[in-house]
């Protein structure tokens, strides 16, 4: 099956007879079972079935599913947030003492993880760009994991995600990427070489803004050395997935990052149309980019499809159709001249999101980087008068004359 195809009919929930085109709502705490003896198997991993929903639940599991088919993974272990998902996935193999090489262009919530991540002894070292060299140059006997987004956010920097692969697997470390800003519509990282893959669901998996939810899914690809990587000794006997074995078994559960089932079946209806919306919503960024570059009045248009963007080759050679996602960028001059050309906008709401199906703008410096020192906001692409656009669904037409107005009016 194609991409589109699979969507709709690949690994189905397994967990109902009735023939329902998706999975049921389980909206249960606890499940019963016949006997102690069944529950008891249950529990030690020896037999099939749902004890405790923040544990696993039927509906969450059906979402699972059908994220690790879409993206080619071995297994996925959904999460509450995605924060929680990219916590969950590092904390599962980076212990104190341990190292994680970074880009420093990441989201502005990821940035104040990695800072408290210091607490417990786990440092992140960030490099300019996530490079093959770079990783080789930066790599040291205490990293444990490198971590990037494919699309920097809001950056919007392409990473060569089988080079930076090859690179970290060359010393044993599995390359960790966040494709939320890609989704496996665009490319499907695991195929690249990259060994798990993390969404914050809540964006395009969803697509309609209305489910907090994250994501990790396994390749299954990784040799694990159980010296280097001692927490993950105890599931040994799981293999290439005791990865994903410790993070269901022992790290999710007891930090309790477990995804509604509401959620979960709200994120497998929006996983159906996950190719046909990235389809729209590229195109609409794309002809967005072009047209703003037409405004004297803005400065620094910044999406990776245009023709002269420097990861132009990356986003041809890595991504499908070399779509560039749907997150464009421009630089209004001012911080006062930014929020009067968002404060003018119709259509196009302020909102602290992306992927949704409508189109939202966002001034990252006074919202998402508020936290961010200087340095760190240089880093990430983040200036004040930046504009941060997730394009929607809108007519593409109307969208052009809302910012045309907005800029007209914005104030000089």
């Not at 904390?91 to 989201?107: C, M, P, R």
């Not at 990430?380 to 008068?385: F, K, N, S, T």
Request: proline share 5%; charged share 20%; with cysteine.
């Amino acid at each position: 099956m194609r991409f589109n195809t699979s969507l709709l009919h690949g690994r189905k929930s397994g967990f109902d007879s009735t023939g329902a085109t998706l999975p049921p709502v389980y909206q249960v705490s606890a499940f019963a079972h016949e006997s102690a003896e069944e529950l008891e198997r249950i529990f030690g991993s020896r037999a099939p079935g749902f004890t405790y929903t923040r544990a696993s639940n039927p509906t969450t599991a059906a979402f699972e599913r059908r994220m690790a088919q879409a993206e080619g993974g071995a297994a996925a272990v959904s999460c509450s947030s995605g924060l929680a998902a990219v916590a969950m996935a590092l904390l599962n193999i980076v212990q104190s003492g341990g190292e994680i090489l970074s880009g420093s262009s990441l989201f502005g919530g990821t940035l104040d993880l990695f800072e408290d991540l210091k607490a417990f002894g786990i440092r992140t070292r960030f490099l300019p760009k996530v490079t093959p060299a770079a990783v080789e140059e930066n790599m040291t006997p205490a990293t444990r994991a490198v971590f990037a987004e494919i699309i920097g956010n809001p950056r919007l920097d392409v990473i060569d995600v089988r080079g930076v692969a090859a690179a970290a697997e060359k010393h044993g470390v599995p390359l960790i990427v966040d494709s939320t800003t890609a989704t496996p519509a665009l490319i499907r990282p695991l195929e690249h070489g990259a060994h798990v893959v993390v969404h914050s669901s809540s964006k395009y998996i969803n697509g309609s803004g209305d489910a907090i939810s994250g994501v990790i899914v396994d390749g299954g690809t990784f040799r694990w050395d159980f010296e280097k990587y001692p927490m993950l000794a105890r599931y040994r006997s799981f293999g290439s997935l005791a990865y994903t074995a410790r993070l269901r078994q022992d790290l999710c559960r007891n930090f309790g990052t477990c995804l509604s089932p509401q959620n979960a079946y709200l994120n497998c209806i929006g996983l159906e149309t996950l190719g046909v919306r990235m389809e729209r919503l590229c195109a609409n960024a794309l002809a967005l980019a072009e047209y703003l570059r037409t405004f004297p009045a803005l400065s620094d248009v910044n999406y990776p499809g245009l023709p002269d963007s420097p990861y132009r080759a990356l986003t041809e050679s890595q991504m499908k159709s070399g779509m560039g996602g749907a997150i464009l960028t421009v630089r209004a001059g001012s911080k006062r001249r930014a929020f009067s050309l968002m404060d003018h906008l119709k259509y196009a709401l302020i909102a602290t999101n992306i992927g949704d199906v409508r189109t939202l703008v966002i001034h990252p410096a006074s919202t998402i980087y508020a936290l961010s020192d200087p340095r760190q906001r240089q880093s990430a692409g983040v200036y004040d008068d930046l504009i941060r656009i997730s394009v929607g669904l809108e007519d593409i037409e109307d969208l052009k004359e809302d910012f045309a107005q907005a800029i007209r009016n914005m104030e000089q």
